[in-house]
């Protein structure tokens, strides 16, 4: 049994959950276990007031939630654009700018950019400091890990019949 607890609330009208527990195993697998060892659930609710929020833990740094989002979306507008990061663009998750996100397009940048932007949340930053708030990391330090891990695990191979654990463009690994 997976040592991550998947708890589902079912999403309002039409909205769709575009990812599974099935699915969040599969990046989490892929991770060093040290990454993820503090997070006990992943949720999959309703509460990305429309789709401006994909994704957020839990106060107590321990759970994730990720939303269900609009049958029919674009997801350009939730592309980061820090400066100091090289700029990403939908064509990263096999989308192009202003028109509907393919569903494996959405699932992937659900799991390799929300996910793991989620995950370097839990991450602990400082230690030693006294706010429980400055010890994790915060928006800067979780981009990071995402766009760290996100290429890392793309650039290695990978058999999984699933389209969306794959980047753009990349045929599934012949094993």
């Known amino acids: ?25 599969v990046v989490l697998s892929r991770l060093p276990r040290e990454l993820w060892d503090r997070l006990r659930a992943v949720h999959f609710n309703d509460r990305s007031r429309g789709r401006r929020v994909l994704g957020y833990v839990s106060r107590g740094r321990r759970d994730i939630a990720l939303c269900a989002l609009p049958p029919r979306v674009s997801l350009s507008a939730a592309i980061r654009r820090d400066v100091g990061h090289p700029p990403t663009a939908p064509s990263h998750f096999g989308a192009a700018r202003g028109r ?22 839990l991450q602990v930053v400082d230690p030693d400091t006294a706010s429980e708030r ?4 915060r928006e800067r330090a979780a981009e990071d890990f995402a766009l760290a891990w996100r290429r ?3 650039s290695q191979p990978f058999d999984h019949p699933d389209p969306a654990h794959h980047p753009p463009g990349r045929v599934r690994a012949q094993g």
């Open 134 to 137: 400055l010890r994790f990391g």
């Open 100 to 121: 509907q996100w393919p569903t494996v397009s959405v699932r992937r940048f659900m799991l390799y950019d929300t996910l793991l932007h989620e995950l370097g949340h």
């Open 152 to 154: 890392r695990l793309w």
């Open 1 to 25: 049994m997976f040592p991550v607890r998947f708890v589902y609330h079912p999403p309002a009208c039409d909205r769709v959950h575009f990812v599974n527990g099935d699915d969040v195993a």
